[in-house]
């Protein structure tokens, strides 16, 4: 397992940001948030050319989750930021719906990362939490990884379909190189 990073700070006041810009969305617990998580600090990555947090994400069942969220959740009810209630949506399971108790300290954030998150959770406001794993099924990074290892940020970069161009292209160096 990779090494923790030091300061949680930023992960922490991220899913303050997250909920709280969520706090009308009535799919948005434990699951769809790790999948919001997800997409901003790997979209980030893609985009902005570095994650937003840096933490680790791996490989679940109901797709990646920041691997130290746990205790980071605990942390955060611990010092009286959120609060995690069971609620009852109709599934087999009730959903567990995390509530801001304080602002987050937006300082951590560029402006940049601050827009991308909102185009995050703009984007994924009208999915369910399971709507949110099953599209993180799809991701090259996730299909990848084996069930809790790892999904490394460069996977960001990885195209889950080829175009018609880059099969055109790799056929191209393949006959350059002598690969076919």
């Known amino acids: 397992m990779p090494a923790r990073p030091a300061d949680d700070r930023k992960m922490r006041e991220l899913i303050l940001y997250v909920v709280q810009r969520s706090q009308d969305d009535p799919h948005m617990g434990a699951t769809k948030l790790n999948k919001v998580l997800f997409r901003c600090d790997f979209g980030a990555y893609l985009h902005l050319g570095e994650a937003i947090t840096g933490h680790p994400y791996f490989k679940l069942e109901n797709g ?38 304080k602002s987050a300290d937006l300082s951590l954030f560029t ?6 998150v909102d185009g995050v959770v703009e984007a994924m406001s009208d999915q369910t939490g399971t709507r949110a794993a099953d599209d993180t099924h799809l991701m090259v990074g996730w299909r990848l990884a084996s ?14 379909r080829a175009t018609p161009s880059d099969i055109d292209r790799g056929r191209q160096l393949a006959r350059e190189h002598g690969w076919a």
């Open 111 to 116: 402006h940049e990362q601050l827009a991308f």
């Open 147 to 160: 069930m809790r290892g790892d999904i490394p940020y460069a996977t960001a970069f990885l195209a889950d």
């Open 64 to 101: 990646p989750a920041p691997r130290h969220l746990v205790e980071i959740r605990q942390g955060m009810v611990a010092d009286g930021l959120v609060r995690i209630a069971k609620v009852q949506v109709g599934a087999d399971k009730p959903m567990d719906r995390w509530q801001a108790l």
